[in-house]
Nanobody
């Protein structure tokens, strides 16, 4: 099982930007499609976006399309989430995970979750 660790979260003002990282252990990282989710207290885990194993294709939730960008560097065993134009309602714990079914936007089709990194967007 691949192990994932998120980092890069913090406090940012509305309209600001953050770049999150998801570092994976193991030499099989390049075999996995990956995804980003976010979860605020009391809310269901929400799909943000996903990327193919090669990094050649991505797809995103409509709410973040045009503002967020997912990329990966398989040589570094790392996936990234660049977030621009952040909004206060996007305050949440951001998590990365391995995708089990390509094209899925639901958390049940992902596994090997990281523990998350907190993103707080102030108004």
């Amino acid at each position: 099982q691949v192990q994932l660790v998120e980092s890069g979260g913090g406090l940012v003002q509305a309209g600001g930007s953050l770049r999150l990282s998801c570092a994976a252990s193991g030499r099989t990282f390049s075999n996995y499609a990956m995804g980003w989710f976010r979860q605020a207290p009391g809310n269901e885990r929400e799909f943000v976006g996903a990327i193919t194993s090669s990094g050649g294709r991505t797809y995103y939730a409509d709410s973040v399309k045009g503002r967020f960008t997912i990329s990966r560097d398989n040589a570094k065993n790392t996936m990234y989430l660049q977030m621009n134009g952040l909004k206060p309602e996007e305050t949440a714990v951001y998590l990365c995970a391995v995708c089990r079914v390509w094209g899925s936007r639901h958390y049940s089709e992902y596994n090997c979750w990281g523990r998350g990194t907190q993103v707080t967007v102030s108004s």
